[in-house]
T-cell receptor
Framework: GQNIDQPTEMTATEGAIVQINCTYQ??????LFWYQQHAGEAPTFLSYNVLDGLEEKGRFSSFLSRSKGYSYLLLKELQMKDSASYLCAVRGGTGDYKLSFGAGTTVTVRA | DTAVSQTPKYLVTQMGNDKSIKCEQNLGHDTMYWYKQDSKKFLKIMFS???????INETVPNRFSPKSPDKAHLNLHINSLELGDSAVYFC????????????????FGPGTRLTVT
């Protein structure tokens, strides 16, 4: 089975940095994804990590440690539009591209 | 526009009815998915088709039946609707496995909010 944990809520100030942690215990591992979902909208892809280390993409970075079953999404220079839910998802090892999602972390950016 | 589209966007119906949700993608992808997102925002896979073949079939009541007439379409039919079926249903697609790293990304449709009364 899959067990993916992430905090329920986080609040930060505009311009600040926020780090969203995700820990996972899965049967097989073929990559970890971060998705952003604004209220009432579809999830949109942010990042993908399959090897250990940091992947940077503009203001967003994602880190993976496979030995620790741990990832984080780092959001820098927070903007009001970054207020959304951030979903951590793990692709298992069955080769069927199945993604198992965490419950999501709601980030609120305050002025 | 190239995208994953779903119809209808909103669906309100009574218990016991049968309803269908349609999904189409014009991205040239060969794998499509149905997810259910409940009131707690938990996104859970239901089904997946690859080139019209069912490859993921999670523990879902058999009142739910997916149909893929071709690899660009994946419809979801629900029989005898129950109150607990109320949720947002997302369709998604992903590129062919030969696309390399980008084949892992899933593109989501706008969702269908189903309310059963």
């Amino acid at each position: 089975g899959q067990n993916i944990d992430q905090p329920t809520e986080m609040t930060a100030t505009e311009g600040a940095i926020v780090q969203i942690n995700c820990t996972y215990q899965t049967s097989g591992f073929n990559g970890l994804f971060w998705y952003q979902q604004h209220a009432g909208e579809a999830p949109t892809f942010l990042s993908y990590n399959v090897l250990d280390g940091l992947e940077e993409k503009g203001r967003f970075s994602s880190f993976l440690s496979r030995s620790k079953g741990y990832s984080y999404l780092l959001l820098k220079e927070l903007q009001m539009k970054d207020s959304a839910s951030y979903l951590c998802a793990v692709r298992g090892g069955t080769g069927d591209y199945k993604l198992s999602f965490g419950a999501g972390t709601t980030v609120t950016v305050r002025a | 526009d190239t995208a994953v589209s779903q119809t209808p966007k909103y669906l309100v119906t009574q218990m016991g009815n049968d309803k269908s949700i349609k999904c189409e993608q014009n991205l040239g992808h060969d794998t499509m998915y149905w997810y259910k997102q409940d009131s707690k925002k938990f996104l859970k896979i239901m089904f997946s088709y690859n080139n019209k073949e069912l490859i993921i079939n999670e523990t879902v009541p058999n009142r739910f039946s997916p149909k893929s007439p071709d690899k660009a379409h994946l419809n979801l039919h629900i029989n005898s609707l129950e109150l607990g079926d109320s949720a947002v249903y997302f369709c998604a697609s992903s590129p062919p496995r030969t696309s390399g790293r980008s084949s892992y990304e899933q593109y989501f449709g706008p969702g269908t909010r189903l309310t059963v009364t």
